[in-house]
């Protein structure tokens, strides 16, 4: 099975902690959480692949990290696509055309994913049902932090508010089922300041996210609004 993430611009990621944190500390909380995603992604046994589906100046900053040979890069601008949802059809759509047939899509922003919280994801995927695919929530349950796909992919991506309740429509207009899976660092996103907040509180750098915590707990008073 291959991995995909998707992967903005870094300077204007994150645009949602503008009023937490500053516009540099955004961009370089973004890159770090793309890192600890890449960290256990690139080290499971189950993921031959990983494919980062990147706009430019992302892709710019991430070429110029130690990735492993198994990192691959998806240029958004090669795809002739505009829009999350679009981008992502267009790139299942390239890899199903070499070939692979499964694959975890998941976002960048999800510091807290471990190699355990894969094994339940992909575990669920290999107990489905005929017709069956599976998938994490976000921790209130309405967005979409991860897929597990057959290709060539057979209904739309819908990624946004009410993701997870949009998806489970077109999946089920496919014939197909949508059932959650429950995986803690998998249903951490960071997007607001209280997410920021938590993931403070939730590990200690030298665990889980590495380089969000680290970054984080070097952060100027500058760089943190109301701190």
């Known amino acids: 099975m291959w991995a995909v993430v998707p992967v903005k611009d870094f300077a204007s990621a994150k645009q949602r902690l503008a009023g937490a944190l500053s516009e540099a500390a955004r961009q370089q909380l973004a890159q770090a959480m793309v890192c600890d995603v890449l ?3 690139t080290r499971h046994p189950s993921l031959q692949r990983v494919v980062l589906v990147a706009q430019q100046g992302a892709m710019d900053w991430l070429q110029e990290q130690a990735l492993p040979e198994t990192v691959e890069f998806l240029p958004e601008a090669e795809l002739g696509a505009i829009g999350l949802n679009t981008v992502l059809m267009a790139a299942l759509g390239r890899l199903a055309e070499r070939g692979i047939d499964e694959v975890l899509l998941m976002h960048g922003d999800l510091p807290l994913v471990t190699s355990a919280d894969l094994d339940h994801l992909l575990g669920a995927h290999a107990r489905r049902p005929p017709g069956g695919q599976v998938g994490v929530t976000n921790r209130c349950g309405t967005g979409t932090n991860a897929l597990v796909l057959q290709l060539p992919q057979r209904w739309p991506l819908s990624f946004g508010a009410d993701s997870w309740r949009r998806h489970g429509r077109a999946a089920a207009e496919a014939g197909l089922s949508l059932a959650p ?32 915590l680290a970054l984080l707990h070097t952060l100027s008073s500058q760089d943190v609004f109301g701190s």
Request: glycine share 6%; proline share 6%; hydrophobic share 45%.
């Open 181 to 212: 899976v429950e995986a803690p660092g998998l249903q951490f996103d960071i997007d607001l300041a209280e997410d920021v907040n938590d993931l403070r509180r939730l590990s200690r750098p030298g665990q889980r996210a590495a380089h969000s």
């Open 39 to 41: 960290a256990v992604l």
